[in-house]
């Protein structure tokens, strides 16, 4: 059994900052890209960004330059510093890996239960 549990969500006003964390626990024998995602109210969950076991970064075009991700692979923990925060990036905010668990023999998907982000402004 894998979990993905995130934590750092919470409510901010517009430019502050938040850092989001997501530790994968369970019977995880290695871990590929890990990212984050985000789901708006009556909009499609999107990705934000995406670090890869090499620590490659990608980052959506509206959030470069602001959100950075980092991963510690000890820890199996990825996570998403938030910087000059603004309303419309209030959503829902999702860890998203692709791993592979202890005697398994293929790569699987698993999603954290969210973590709400609120930028009043």
């Known amino acids: 059994q894998v979990q993905l549990v995130e934590s750092g969500g919470g409510l901010v006003q517009a430019g502050g900052s938040l850092r989001l964390s997501c530790a994968a626990s369970?019977?995880?024998?290695?871990?590929?890209?890990m990212a984050w995602y985000r789901q708006a109210p009556g909009k499609q969950r999107e990705l934000v960004a995406t670090?890869?076991?090499?620590?490659?970064?990608n980052y959506a075009d509206s959030v470069k330059g602001r959100f950075t991700i980092a991963r510690v692979n000890a820890k199996n923990t990825v996570y998403l510093q938030m910087n000059s925060l603004k309303p419309e990036d209030t959503a829902v905010y999702y860890c998203?890996?692709?791993?592979?668990?202890?005697?398994?023999?293929?790569?699987?998907?698993?999603w954290g239960q969210g973590t709400q982000v609120t930028v009043s402004s």
């Open positions: 998203y890996s692709i791993l592979r668990t202890m005697g398994a023999g293929k790569w699987s998907t698993y």
């Open positions: 369970g019977s995880i024998n290695s871990i590929n890209s």
């Open positions: 670090i890869t076991s090499g620590g490659i970064e």
